[in-house]
């Protein structure tokens, strides 16, 4: 890591504060809280979700499957995933909320005020790699101010940026099947060209969970069984970039 942050709190209120700062237009999308996993609590939350951003623990057993998941994908690769998918890899430390606020609004449809941070940040990625990306948020110091007056504006005390962390942040968006892919996937006409794909920038890469239309159920079904399912620690959270209610 080049640098360590200040944690970002998994807070609604910071995130949007973040996202009005980065140049978000928040009066069409914003993020909100999603309760829980079951039916009714996910019936709640306004459709249509870009995005869920899962907050989890960083335990010994996710590691373990981490890595394996990720030597998979490096030995075989990933078929499907649209190149024009916009996956930055993290070098900074405890800069993960910053990293899945990113990875949601650069991979989704929401709106965002020209010549902001964002959309000035989005444009330069676009023909990147995951590498030069990264470099180029390091050396953007606007999101580290953005991300600093974010973090201090949370309800709890905010953690020394050398203070150790076992939370995290992923996101989950869905993106287009590759033109390549639509004639070779046999479950391609059950995900109507969409795939549902999770962005960590601790990962080898983008994380394809397979054909998905309904972007809040099938990410929650992922959250369920592969990062809760058997774990002993219930700080987990979960963040929707919704319309606001009653949009």
């Known amino acids: 890591m080049t640098s360590r942050w200040i944690p970002l709190e998994s807070n609604p209120e910071v995130m949007n504060e973040w996202s009005e700062k980065a140049g978000l237009d928040t009066s069409e999308y914003e993020f909100q809280d999603v309760y829980g996993l079951d039916p009714e609590l996910l019936g709640m939350v306004p459709q249509p979700v870009q995005a869920l951003i899962l907050i989890f623990p960083i335990t010994d057993e996710y590691e373990t499957k981490r890595l394996e998941v990720d030597r998979k994908i490096s030995e075989d690769g990933q078929v499907g995933l649209d190149e024009g998918l916009i996956y930055i890899r993290q070098t900074i430390g405890n800069a993960c909320g910053t990293m899945a606020l990113l990875h949601a609004v650069a991979n989704t449809k929401v709106k965002t005020s020209p010549d902001s941070p964002l959309s000035t940040f989005i444009t330069q990625c676009k023909?990147?790699?995951?590498a030069e990306r990264s470099k180029l948020?390091?050396?953007?110091?606007?999101?580290a101010s953005i991300h600093l007056e974010?973090?201090?504006?949370?309800?709890s005390s905010a953690p020394s940026a050398d203070e150790d962390v076992n939370l995290h942040y992923t996101c989950f968006v869905l993106a287009a099947s590759s033109p390549a892919s639509s004639g070779t996937d046999p479950n391609a006409e059950h995900g109507g060209g969409t795939r549902l794909v999770e962005l960590d920038g601790r990962r080898v890469g983008p994380?394809?969970?397979?054909?998905?239309?309904?972007?809040?159920?099938?990410a929650?079904?992922?959250v369920k069984d592969v990062y809760i399912g058997g774990a002993t620690s219930l700080n987990f959270g979960m963040i929707a970039l919704a319309p606001p209610f009653g949009f």
């Open 207 to 218: 994380v394809d969970h397979g054909p998905s239309t309904d972007l809040l159920q099938d």
């Open 127 to 130: 023909g990147k790699t995951p």
């Open 220 to 222: 929650a079904k992922v």
């Open 137 to 143: 948020l390091e050396e953007t110091d606007i999101f």
């Open 150 to 155: 974010a973090a201090q504006s949370g309800q």
